[in-house]
């Protein structure tokens, strides 16, 4: 099998055709992770969580998004919301314990987004953080990196 690939890879380079290869994925340096695939961007007390491209790739196309309401306290480790694929639903997780202040009101018409821009355009909720200590509880980009190697090793 894998000498097929690589021969399939040299002749598609020899005829200047692209190949796609889904390897690992894409895993942003500045965020911080949780265990459950979710991800946060902390800026000062502010912090935008989302689902990893990982954890996208693994849904296949996102086709709904539950958000909660502005206002609602979300907890570290528990779930806020949901995401539904074309192949399962999924809760979605708080990174950070605090107060959502704002949501992604783009995802109720565009759920793909979730999908086609997952740390940029897909992000889910905005929180106001009410323990930064907590943070030292997520998985910096290296150790999640190594976490999906893992965990994509045991399937």
Excluded at 63 to 74: D, I, Q
Aim: proline residues 3%.
């Amino acid at each position: 099998m894998a000498s097929r690939l690589l021969w399939a890879s040299r002749a598609a380079s020899h005829l200047r055709i692209s190949v796609s290869h889904r390897g690992f994925a894409t895993v942003l340096k500045d965020l911080k992770y949780c265990d459950s695939h979710e991800w946060v961007k902390v800026e000062g007390s502010s912090a935008t969580v989302g689902i990893t491209d990982h954890a996208q790739d693994h849904l296949g196309d996102v086709v709904y998004v539950e958000l909660p309401e502005v206002g609602a306290p979300v907890t570290q480790g528990e779930g806020f919301g949901a995401v539904e694929s074309v192949k399962a639903t999924s809760d979605i997780n708080s990174p950070v314990s605090g107060k959502v202040v704002e949501v992604n009101e783009e995802l109720s018409n565009s759920p793909g987004l979730v999908n086609s821009s997952p740390y940029e355009k897909g992000w889910i909720i905005k929180v106001e953080i009410s323990d930064a200590g907590q943070l030292n509880n997520l998985m910096d980009a290296d150790k999640y990196s190594k976490f999906c190697e893992e965990e994509d090793a045991k399937h």
